[in-house]
Each structure stands twice: as structure tokens, then as C-alpha cells.
């Protein structure tokens, strides 16, 4: 592959803009089976291990959906996480990322191993970046609960992911940077990063 081509390359989880960014994003390789054909904005996302995952497609991505992509295929798409425990996942689609057919590359880039331009941007598949406030730690369940605030003004756009790991009391309420791995519904702490601490 040349340099060219990696330079092209949108990462599909941009860097950070500022340390106390909150954010929770993801990257996973499926299928998406919508429930209805005449509505393409919900349905599941089918993992490579035949797992389903309710999934609603957001308003941009639903055009390049309708565009460019074919549902028989698998793509990796670019996801937000909800659940409101480790058994339950749901996912909204934001992007899809696939460098060969939404840029313009040389026609023999087809051949290019996506998981491979994957790792060149330190990612992977079923990789998770989650930014925020430690607001609960469950030491007997093992899980952690992570407050997510929204740019927007509107309350209700805020929200808490539970995350199975474990995490000292004595971070709470500092503000952190995590990186996860989903394992089928279950989002799991890979390693952390304390940014700030006690932000209350």
C-alpha cells in the first residue's frame, strides 16, 4: 500500500480536539439488516460472530446508506453506544468507513486489507473510545458507570454508559479517557487514562 493512500485515509475516530472532551465512539464490522426495506433507519447490525445489535442509522449516514451501500455486504461502520447495563447494547450509526469506495483511490486499492489500515491508525475492530465523568464504581459486579455530557444544551442529551471493569472509588468523579473492547453486548474496559481528577 503507499504512503499516498495512508495519507488519504479519514480516521474514523479522530483525535481528540480538546482533554476534556467528552465522547463515546466506536468502529464495528457487520451487516446492517434493516427491519423494514422501505425504512432503512432501523434494524440490526450483525457482527462477524453472527451477533445482533438494535441499531438506528442517524441522518447522515442514512444518505450514504441509501448511496452507496450494499446490505448484503459487510462494512465497518462508525457507531455511538447506549445500554443501560452490560447486557444490553444499542448502537447508532454515524458514518461508514470504507476508504476505497467513498474516496477516490487508484482502482487497485480495492485489494487493500481494511483491518490492516485499521491497525496503521491504532485501531481495530470493536474498538471504543469513551470520554467522561467516573460517576459510579460497583467493586462486587466489577463495572463502572460513565457520565457522557452533550455539546448540545438540551438536558436530556446526556447520558451514562455502564462498562464492565474495574476502577478505583477514589477516581470518582474525575474526568477519564477509556479504551474499550465490545464483546458481544457487553462493553469492557481495555486500559484508562485519569485527565482530570474530581470534577465535582
Request: aromatic share 10%.
Amino acid at each position: 500500500m503507499s504512503f499516498q493512500i495512508f495519507n488519504m485515509l479519514k480516521n474514523p475516530i479522530p483525535q481528540v480536539t480538546n482533554q476534556l472532551q467528552y465522547r463515546a465512539i466506536g468502529i464495528i464490522n457487520g451487516k446492517f439488516v434493516p427491519h423494514d426495506s422501505e425504512l432503512l433507519n432501523r434494524g440490526f447490525l450483525i457482527d462477524n460472530k453472527g451477533k445482533k445489535i438494535e441499531t438506528v442509522v442517524l441522518g447522515k449516514a442514512l444518505s450514504i446508506l441509501k448511496k452507496h451501500i450494499d446490505l448484503k455486504k459487510s462494512y465497518y461502520w462508525v457507531v455511538y453506544p447506549k445500554n443501560k447495563n452490560t447486557q444490553n447494547l444499542h448502537l447508532q450509526v454515524a458514518g461508514i468507513w470504507d476508504p476505497y469506495q467513498l474516496n477516490d483511490f487508484p482502482s487497485d486499492a480495492s485489494k487493500i486489507n481494511f483491518s490492516k489500515l485499521l491497525e496503521k491508525l491504532d485501531l481495530k475492530d470493536n474498538y471504543f473510545s469513551v470520554r467522561g465523568k467516573l460517576v459510579f464504581v460497583n467493586t462486587q459486579k466489577k463495572e463502572i458507570v460513565i457520565k457522557i455530557c452533550s455539546t448540545s444544551k438540551l438536558k436530556n442529551k446526556n447520558f451514562k454508559l455502564v462498562i464492565k471493569g474495574e476502577l478505583s472509588l477514589e477516581l470518582l468523579n474525575s474526568f477519564v479517557s477509556l479504551d474499550i473492547n465490545r464483546d458481544g453486548s457487553t462493553l469492557k474496559l481495555i486500559k484508562y487514562e485519569v485527565i482530570e481528577k474530581d470534577l465535582s
